[in-house]
């Protein structure tokens, strides 16, 4: 493990940009460090997904201290690399969550670096709900394929083979 965030104080996803050019980031800060990486938009959706399910099973309580603002990706985002693979998982002696992260990276290129962040279940609920509502913030859906459609609510949809452009 090349990092290891014991016990980090700030756990968030974001993004820079706007909807339709954004990157996305995970981002975690302790007391000596902040560290940053790139993510692509379904791994911060599936995280968020994801740590809501495992709290469901260990805790109800809804995230009751989270704040827009407190969850904000600090900067400097510099990106210590960007995430080709993470996982999830719940230390049951513990009740923390562990997330580790691997570097994408191209077959012949070597080994993946890689990162472990262990964080409470307050911390879990904050970025669980946090990573919803960036989720959220992005363009509208299409209600018939669930890609997404322009700002205007418009887009070529596969589901009406390319003929013509749907519309609201």
Aim: aromatic share 6%.
């Amino acid at each position: 493990m090349e990092l290891e965030l014991q016990d980090p104080h700030h756990v968030t996803a974001g993004f820079l940009g706007v909807p339709g050019d954004r990157t996305f980031f995970l981002q975690a800060e302790d007391t000596s460090q902040l560290v940053s990486w790139q993510v692509e938009k379904v791994q911060v959706e599936g995280l968020g997904e994801l740590l809501a399910q495992l709290l469901t099973r260990v805790d109800d309580a809804p995230a009751t201290d989270w704040d827009r603002d407190a969850m904000a990706l600090r900067p400097p985002v510099e990106p210590a690399w960007r995430v080709g693979e993470l996982s999830l998982g719940l230390d049951p002696e513990s009740s923390r969550f562990v997330l580790d992260l691997a570097e994408l990276v191209a077959e012949d290129a070597g080994e993946p670096r890689q990162a472990r962040i262990w964080f409470e279940l307050d911390p879990a609920r904050r970025l669980a709900a946090h990573a919803s509502e960036v989720i959220g913030q992005g363009r509208p859906r299409c209600e018939l394929c669930g890609r997404p459609t322009d700002a205007d609510g418009t887009h070529v949809c596969p589901s009406t083979n390319g003929h013509g452009r749907l519309s609201r």
